[in-house]
């Protein structure tokens, strides 16, 4: 489609569920407006799907499942499909990425050179990842002959949050039907927009009812979809909270889940870093995605010697990062996704300041309209304050002293979470140790954020349990069945002779 007269003109005036190839359409029932978070106007409407709706979706992702065509497709062909949803991603980019930042607030230019590019990735990397998949074969028992197949577990649920849609929902999805499954996706109620043209797109190229799409609340259509009783694995990305109640759910219907939730991760700066890069990466690490990230190095642990300096540099590159319209390709921070996250971001300057941090910088929206925050940064008293210790997910730096390594694995650790952390030091003993003794599901030293989809990713502690990648991803969403064939000749015992 050609880009319309206004980015506007792209979201579509009612979001309705994806069901069996098609919207609903307009059915009546709750709405929810959506709104663009740059100024706060509504510009589109989200049709709640209730139970009931759930059901169809569900049931149609049960028929597409029971279809062999689907469940049991050549891998070139299923490898086909994964590539031509790439493509469709990349030549629908503009549109995909607009609605992204209409509805999320996230930087179209961050949107189009990242998170799309990254959805396209997703389905392209499983695309890869399922024809290089080994196999196990077991022969010590010289009688027997031992092999595990591999096989889809059925219909997934899979649940979204609002801070990064387009990236984390198709890591969900291109992995869900990668292994043969076919599955129902919530996104969160907030940012519907991008994921249903996703779900369209891929509509187009999958058989209908492999990829659904349910929009509402999560109490209600999310709470629906995780207990429906033909859902076989749900894999959800989220608060720590609603992530204790899917696994309450998942427990009680013995369902297999997987949750990636909060983080506050501890950036570690050592006196012998590359200053500069530990500079960029401090800023990339907690102002990307407009502050809004599980990944965000929101803890800064600074070596007392470099103290000062690191974090009057660091203050004076906040203070020239340009905070404004999302649509502009010379924003660097756009706008907090909504009205109540902002007021939620900056009821934490009133709380440092109570536990004796000082503001360093930022704490005020900006006197415009929309959801804009200042960058912000406080220098907290002790990593036990309030500021260290809960996910503010914003643009907002909590910087911390410490002595020496020892104290700062310490302090790195002291955290309920243990998502990502970040190590920036020239000294390789150092790097090992410290990204071997703090507990967190991934380390990156001296980078910021590079995602390898190969590897493993997920939190421990509160921060999540399961993993995904190539071979986390294909442990969940696929069952192993264990096959024994007799390969000599075995006498068997004789009942009743
Ligand atoms: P949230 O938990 O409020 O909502 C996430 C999704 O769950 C939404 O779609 C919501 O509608 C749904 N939901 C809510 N209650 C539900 C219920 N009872 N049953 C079923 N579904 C329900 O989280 P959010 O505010 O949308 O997202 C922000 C959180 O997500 C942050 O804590 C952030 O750290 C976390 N997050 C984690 C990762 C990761 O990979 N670990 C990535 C991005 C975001």
């Given at each position: 489609m050609s880009a319309p007269?206004?980015?506007?003109?792209?979201?579509?005036?009612l979001v309705s569920s994806f069901i069996d190839g098609a919207f609903v359409g307009e059915v009546g029932g709750y709405r929810i407006p959506t709104f663009y978070?740059?100024?706060?106007?509504?510009?589109s409407e989200l049709q709640e799907a209730d139970a009931l709706e759930v059901d169809r979706a569900v049931r149609s992702a049960r028929r597409a499942f029971n279809d062999p065509a689907w469940r049991d497709m050549a891998v070139e062909a299923r490898q086909s499909i994964l590539y031509r949803i790439a493509e469709t991603i990349e030549a629908n980019a503009l549109e995909l990425a607009t609605l992204e930042t209409l509805n999320a607030g996230i930087v179209r230019r961050d949107v189009l050179g990242r998170q799309v590019l990254r959805a396209a990735y997703n389905f392209r990397f499983f695309a890869e990842a399922i024809s290089q998949q080994p196999g196990q074969v077991w022969?010590?028992?010289?009688d027997y002959l031992t092999f595990v197949t591999r096989h889809p577990v059925g219909v997934a649920a899979l649940i979204a949050p609002w801070n990064s849609p387009l990236a984390l929902a198709s890591m969900k999805v291109a992995s869900a039907i990668a292994f043969g499954n076919t599955c129902v996706l919530k996104p969160s109620e907030q940012t519907p927009l991008s994921l249903a043209r996703l779900v369209e797109l891929i509509n187009d190229i999958t058989p209908p009812g492999v990829v659904n799409l349910v929009n509402g609340r999560g109490g209600v259509t999310g709470a629906a979809l995780t207990e429906h009783?033909?859902?076989d694995l749900i894999a959800f990305t989220g608060g720590t909270e609603t992530g204790r109640q899917i696994m309450q759910t998942a427990g009680r219907r013995l369902k297999p889940a997987a949750v990636e939730l909060g983080g506050k991760s501890a950036n570690i700066i050592f006196a012998d870093a590359d200053q500069e890069r530990a500079l960029d990466g401090a800023l990339i690490s907690i102002f990307s995605n407009n502050g809004q990230q599980?990944?965000?190095?929101?803890?800064i642990l600074v070596e007392d010697s470099i103290f000062d300096d690191f974090v009057g540099r660091f203050v004076e590159r906040a203070q020239k990062i340009r905070v404004g319209d999302?649509?502009?390709?010379?924003?660097e921070i756009g706008p907090i996704a909504s009205a109540r996250h902002r007021e939620h971001i900056l009821s934490y300057v009133g709380v440092a300041q109570s536990q004796g941090a000082s503001l360093l910088t930022g704490g005020h929206a900006l006197d415009?309209?929309?959801?804009f925050v200042e960058p912000t940064a406080v220098l907290a008293?002790?990593?036990?304050d309030r500021v260290c210790q809960e996910?503010?997910?914003?643009p907002f730096a909590a910087f911390v002293k410490f002595r020496d390594m020892e104290d700062a694995i310490r302090m790195a650790n002291?955290?309920?979470?243990?998502?990502v952390g970040y190590c920036w030091t020239q000294n390789l003993d150092k790097a090992l140790r410290v990204s071997q003794g703090v507990r967190t599901g991934l380390m990156w030293v001296n980078t910021p954020m590079v995602r390898e989809l190969r590897a493993p990713f997920g939190g421990v502690k509160d921060s999540g349990l399961g993993r995904d990648g190539a071979a986390a991803s294909m442990a969940f969403f696929t069952e192993e069945k264990t096959t024994t064939i007799p390969i000599a000749d075995t006498t068997l015992r004789k009942f009743g002779v």
């Open positions: 007269a206004s980015p506007f003109d792209w979201a579509p005036k978070p740059g100024d706060g106007r509504i510009i022969q010590q028992n010289k009783p033909d859902i599980c990944l965000a190095g929101s803890r999302p649509l502009d390709d010379a924003t415009r309209p929309g959801y008293p002790s990593n036990s996910e503010i997910f914003g002291e955290s309920q979470f243990g998502l």
